[in-house]
């Protein structure tokens, strides 16, 4: 393991708790380093040259040469110019946020959708932070008006990384297509959606498993454990099935750039019939998650939609610390993944908020219009049938649209 320190910097009057300094450790050991020290610097004002000051970067320059230190880590993100002065004083690798996380997330993307969401990012990352070597990097080129220096090897490399996000940009618009024509697919057959969002490490791939009997998602105690979504079928005691989908867990300071090429993957919070918001019991900065959580959902579905709040992990708190949640937490659901704890109000709560859209409907079919089950499997989820002698007998939850639209037919027919 590579051994790093970090640096995080609060201003004088900034007297707020900084939970990120812990979850930037966190990050680190994810990423595969082991932190030996962690520089808490105060200043007035951030310095535009060096982010920190020069006296406290010659000291964490010292400290990197005496501990065989190899990669020094913000909490914050720096500026190209700040990363190359601050490279001239530290004799190691500088990361920021933002890159240590595009580091994790590339160890974590495992489909082409993924992957090609992951290079755009770190294409963007790395565009404005190309620097050339003079010119010892220039290329010679013949012919006419092409003679003198030519063109300098940042400036081909520069044009070569713009080509390379044009390209992925199309394939990723190519993906996006796919996707929705998969989520078309999906919606085509009458199965409500729900989508599993929430704080990275609060548990969502291990609740999809739970509630589908399954290891069907990779589930591991570590943040960005899984990045590519994940659907599933969940079977409901009431017979009703649902289909769940896992997406990609947020984090404070979550990179703007990193939402915008994640999109088309977050975007199946959008489309979703309900959205659980899972969040983790045990953990103390519960408002600060919750508010990070909440504050991406609005920004990819201003409109809004359902939510439900689910805190898991209750296995973990005491009877008090629980009790205290609950009042503080009117409305919630609150379970535990590992133990199937609160399922069944959760199950209960899930069917009550979708049958508010999905809404159980009773129609007898004559039999001389037998034609339109097959309409009525099409549009809507079959809960029961029986064959009286008057015609068939269905239960079935649809939507109001779908519902209108089988009256109509069955009316004009």
């Known amino acids: 393991m590579e051994r790093a320190l970090t640096v995080s910097v609060r201003l004088k009057n900034d007297f707020d708790k900084d939970s990120s300094v812990e979850e930037l450790i966190r990050l680190c050991d994810t990423a595969g380093c082991e932190v030996v020290e962690c520089f808490n610097v105060r200043m007035e004002n951030y310095n535009p040259a060096m982010y920190i000051g020069s006296g406290k970067a010659e000291e964490i320059g010292r400290y990197v040469a005496e501990n065989g230190i190899d990669a020094v880590v913000f909490n914050e993100d720096i500026t190209p110019a700040q990363q190359k002065n601050l490279e001239e004083a530290i004799p190691c690798k500088i990361i920021d946020r933002t890159r240590l ?21 770190q294409l ?10 003079g010119a010892a990097m220039m290329q010679q080129k013949g012919g006419i008006g092409m003679r003198g220096p030519g ?20 394939d990723i618009e190519s993906v996006q297509r796919e996707r929705s024509v998969r989520r078309g697919q999906r919606t085509a057959v009458p199965v409500p959606q729900v989508a599993l969002a929430g704080y990275t490490n609060a548990g969502k791939s ?7 009997g399954r290891e069907s998602a990779y589930a591991d105690d570590k943040l960005f454990a899984t990045l590519d979504p994940t659907s599933r079928k969940v079977h409901f005691p009431s017979g009703i099935n649902m289909v769940f989908t896992d997406t990609v867990g947020f984090i404070q300071k979550l990179p703007h750039g990193l939402v915008s090429a994640f999109r088309a993957t977050l975007e199946e919070t959008k489309f979703a019939d309900l959205v659980l918001h899972v969040a983790d019991a045990s953990s103390d ?19 809004g939609g359902e939510i439900l709040r689910v805190f898991n992990k209750c296995d973990e708190l005491g009877p008090l610390k629980l009790n205290a949640l609950k009042k503080r937490f009117e409305g919630a659901v609150f379970i535990s993944a590992k133990t199937g704890e609160g399922f069944d109000e959760l199950f209960k709560r899930v069917e009550e908020i979708i049958a508010r859209k999905w809404k159980r409907r009773l129609l007898k079919i004559p039999y001389a219009k037998n034609y339109l089950i097959k309409e009525i499997y099409s549009r809507g989820l079959v809960l029961s049938r029986s064959d009286t002698p008057e015609g068939t007998d269905l239960c079935f939850m649809a939507t109001e649209g779908n519902w209108q639209s089988v009256k109509k037919k069955l009316l004009l027919s």
């Open 101 to 121: 996380i595009l580091d994790i997330f590339a160890q974590r993307a495992r489909t082409k959708e993924g992957r090609l969401q992951v290079e755009l990012a």
């Open 124 to 133: 963007n990352y790395l565009l404005p932070r190309l620097s050339g070597r």
């Open 151 to 170: 063109e300098r090897k940042l400036e081909y490399d520069r044009r070569k990384i713009r080509k390379r996000i044009a390209k992925l940009e199309q």
């Open 206 to 212: 291990t609740l999809l498993n739970a509630l589908t």
């Open 285 to 303: 900065e519960i408002e600060e998650q919750s508010s990070t959580v909440m504050s991406i959902l609005n920004e990819i579905n201003p409109e």
